[in-house]
């Protein structure tokens, strides 16, 4: 009875372990970038756009606001909000001014579409400043130091993108904003540097290498990966599956890198 017990707990905990091993070996992060669709919106200037001028700007002064929207383009991804294990937003601090130790910023989930090219306060809004639902944001400090990172937990704001949010966009403001005169707290993030873009860190249950989606990350899938590129085979599911260097993008230096790992005991995918 007794050595009987040993067994089936010892059974339980190897098929307890088991599990937590399988759990750990099919996490996957995958790395998401706005291929250039970011942009201020500024109340001082209405119907002005400010692409690319001086990156992105969060600022708060009296009737002068301004906020910035970005946007993700998650195309290709599983529509399983249940996958995500973690997502955060990352943006490049390189200037600010006018507080001390940190500023807070909030970020919102976007309601509606825009273009980089056309957007400004006014348009093309349903309300002046951006369409956003506020039931779902979160904080983070921007330290008064330049030349950082600061990120965003947007697990949240992300699972719910399917019910509620338009295109995976992003609306980032100050919590409190018309700081009386004489000046404001601003800060400004990266939006062009080649090095210091924005991106979006999603860590998922999904395997990554695993591009036919069949649990295991081997040979085929290189087969499989090496034929989307070049000869128009299926998609990646989910696209970034595919991604195995987690550089934003899906090309032959993935097929490679899958390739040294399987063949050569290159690195894991990320
Ligand atoms: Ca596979
Ligand atoms: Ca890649």
Redesign the pocket.
Known sequence: MCCARRVISLAIVLILSGLFIIQLSLAARYIFRPEDNSVSIDQRDPNVNFVYEGGILVASEQNENARFVIHFDLDGWVPDADSITQADLYLYHYRGGNYTDSYTIDVYSLTSAFNESTATWNFPWTAPGGDYDSSIGNSAGVPEEWDNWVSWDVTEILKNRWGNVVNCGFLFKDPVEDTPPPDGPYVRFHSQRKDSLPYLEVKSTYLSGDANRDGQADLADVIYIANYLLKGGSSPVPRQA??????????L??VI?LANYKLKGGDPPC
């Open positions: 595919a991604d195995v260097n987690c550089d934003a993008y899906v090309n230096s993935d890198y």
